[in-house]
């Protein structure tokens, strides 16, 4: 079992098709119009990711969702989701962020009025600043929305469940364990109040546990389930009379041309011969009609999974180990020396680095290139071919880096501050409470 794959962790993956494997990660293989981190093979996976391919395809509704921990800076790790959640943003979709101050209050002992404080001025003027356009941004302490269903949802999962797939001990607090629910409604909840559409969740590989737990409660919470591996069969849930169900689905199945269809009562299934029908469509309609008899429906959330950035002095890149990251707040000649000092894959000498030549590809500095400082794939292969040649030494390539990271961190600064006149336009105002 590969017990570093773990949210709270500041350990780094080191073997990704292993944790694939384990926990059925298919490869990502869609054409996302040349975006970087696809075609960098930066995302190492995705969970049904098909349904926002096709929603982006037939410009039809979808939700793109993501969180924040107001624990400190945000730093450039952090930059990658926000870049992603741009990108679906510029494809259609409705996004909505989470502010996740209880989770800081929890674990980090951050007060909710510093966790907002955090949020704004580390993160959401930072968001605008990349190119951000307005969105749902609100914070879990101040939502009854969000409180309210993570108390629903609560009743789906069980204490053995989260010890399987957090490894939470006995002594854990109980808001502790309650945060991944609470995240779970922030997944769904979009769902719940705008209607069901596909979700994409962008995110680290070692936050797909909290996508595993989200999925697998949404199918719990629907009466309908649909298999399609022969033909079309709609099975039923729960204890109740399925007749008024098995109706709906069998109108449901006609309006997206189904035929050959036959109800089995006594097993609560309806199939279908399903050559002519259009299952993209099918999930959708089949989640709104069953609205009518469960407000609680939704179609399970999709993700895509990033690899982790690595720390400038290695492992996971993570705000816990401030020196080995970049916040996207700092002072740029703090960024520069904090580049210059940061562990490479160079060789252990001038020399040897010109004979031999190092690796890129186990470099931290070079990791900055591909994810954030080199947006031209011929810059990069250049930085990399000269790297491995012998032609590149670190302490240049270093510098090179310190001073793009240092030219980014001045613009995102100037633009920060004319994000300051915006921020009304992203911040959820909420009357229940």
């Not at 996508?211 to 949404?218: A, K, N, V």
């Not at 309908?224 to 079309?232: A, D, P, S, V």
């Not at 690595?310 to 960024?335: C, Q, R």
């Amino acid at each position: 079992m590969m017990n570093e794959v773990n949210p709270w962790s500041s350990s780094q993956i080191e073997d990704y098709e292993r944790m694939r494997k384990e926990f059925g990660i298919p490869e990502f293989n869609f054409d996302m119009d040349n975006n970087i981190f696809a075609r960098r093979n930066l995302i190492i996976g995705h969970r049904d990711f098909s349904k926002i391919y096709e929603s982006i395809k037939r410009k039809s509704k979808f939700y793109a969702m993501t969180g924040l921990m107001p624990s400190g800076d945000m730093h450039i790790g952090n930059k990658t989701v926000i870049d992603l959640i741009i990108y679906f943003q510029s494809k259609g979709a409705d996004v909505h962020i989470a502010v996740a101050d209880l989770e800081s209050y929890a674990t980090r002992g951050i007060s909710l009025e510093r966790g907002r404080q955090l949020a704004v001025e580390n993160f959401l003027l930072n968001y605008i600043a990349l190119g951000l356009k307005p969105c749902d941004f609100y914070f879990q302490s101040e939502s009854a929305k969000v409180q309210k269903f993570s108390y629903i949802l609560s009743k789906e999962v069980n204490m053995s469940e989260m010890k399987a797939i957090y490894g939470f001990e006995d002594a854990k607090r109980m808001l502790e364990i309650e945060s991944p629910l609470i995240q779970a409604s922030d997944i769904l909840s979009p769902q719940i109040y705008g209607g069901p559409a596909p979700t994409i969740v962008p995110v680290g590989a070692d936050q797909d546990p909290h996508i595993r737990l989200t999925r697998d409660i949404s199918s719990r919470m629907n009466i309908f389930r649909l298999n399609t591996e022969n033909g079309i069969e709609i099975s039923i849930g729960g204890n109740d009379d399925p007749a008024d169900a098995m109706k709906i689905a069998e109108k449901t199945l006609r309006s997206n041309n189904a035929d050959k269809i036959y109800k089995n009562p006594k097993y609560r299934t309806v199939r279908a011969d399903g050559e002519n029908v259009d299952l993209f469509n099918l999930t959708e309609d089949l989640a709104m009609a069953e609205r009518t008899i469960n407000k609680f429906s939704t179609i399970a959330p999709s993700s895509i999974i990033m690899r982790l950035e690595t720390g400038i002095k290695g492992g996971k890149m993570s705000k816990s180990v401030p020196e080995s990251t970049i916040s996207l707040n700092e002072d740029p000649e703090s960024a520069r020396k904090k580049i210059m000092r940061g562990v490479t894959g160079g060789r252990e000498t001038v020399e040897e680095q010109k004979k031999l030549g190092g690796n890129p590809y186990a470099c931290p500095i070079f990791e900055l290139y591909m994810y954030h400082l080199s947006k031209d794939d011929k810059d990069l292969g250049s930085i990399a071919e000269d790297c491995k040649s012998g032609k590149r030494m670190c302490g240049e390539c270093k510098r090179e880096a310190a001073d793009r990271m240092s030219t980014m961190l001045v613009e995102l600064r100037e633009k920060r501050e004319e994000a300051r006149t915006k921020i009304d336009q992203y911040i959820r105002v909420e009357n229940e409470l």
